[in-house]
């Protein structure tokens, strides 16, 4: 295997082969520029190509990763350790996708045979579907955040919600004894 490709085409169909890939210190630090991360002090894909049938594979491994995001609400850096399984099926007779639309099927790991796998996409791919969104610090709160302009009572999360209005509504109709319910 070289260059971070596994030669699916040219493995030996009777046994499973094991592939282990851990990027450098500058390949890590293209893939933190590229998933727009501060840094990833470790990134690892250890797993195995394991045939199946007459011509399809399954790739089973693990992903294992120390990744620095920026906290969403203070800036802070946050490092999260992502270990998560990963498994792609290779198969040599999918259905080809015709017309504008197409439908998507249910098994995502599926995808058509390829002569050879290029196993950083695939880490580069599987960590940026592991990151978190909305990393935060430990601890910390996104408070309510209240925009409004000069004058204008600013509208609050409670205001928002479907039954709030009704409350004042029948707060003001109950308690209000000066007619102003019978304008119009």
């Known amino acids: 295997m070289s260059d971070h490709n596994l030669p699916l085409a040219r493995l030996n169909r009777a046994t499973e082969t094991p592939f282990k890939v851990e990027p450098d210190a500058d390949a890590r630090a293209s893939m933190a520029r590229d998933l727009g991360v501060p840094a990833l002090r470790k990134v690892r894909l250890d797993g195995r190509a394991i045939p199946e049938g007459k011509a399809d594979w399954r790739l089973e491994a693990k992903l294992g990763a120390t990744a620095v995001q920026n906290c969403v609400v ?3 850096p946050v490092t999260t350790r992502i270990d998560v399984p990963l498994v792609r099926q290779y198969r040599a007779h999918m259905p080809e996708p015709s017309g504008e639309e197409m439908e998507m099927p249910e098994d995502d790991t599926l995808e058509p045979l390829r002569a050879e796998v290029d196993l950083m996409a695939l880490l580069t791919e599987a960590l940026a579907l592991a990151l978190p969104d909305y990393p935060r610090a430990e601890g910390v709160e996104l408070g309510e955040a209240i925009f409004a302009a000069p004058g204008v009572t600013p509208m609050r999360d409670e205001d928002a ?10 707060d003001r109709l109950s308690g209000n004894g000066n007619g102003d319910e019978n304008e119009g």
């Open 74 to 76: 203070t800036l802070e």
């Open 161 to 170: 919600k479907p039954l709030a209005g009704l409350a004042a509504l029948r």
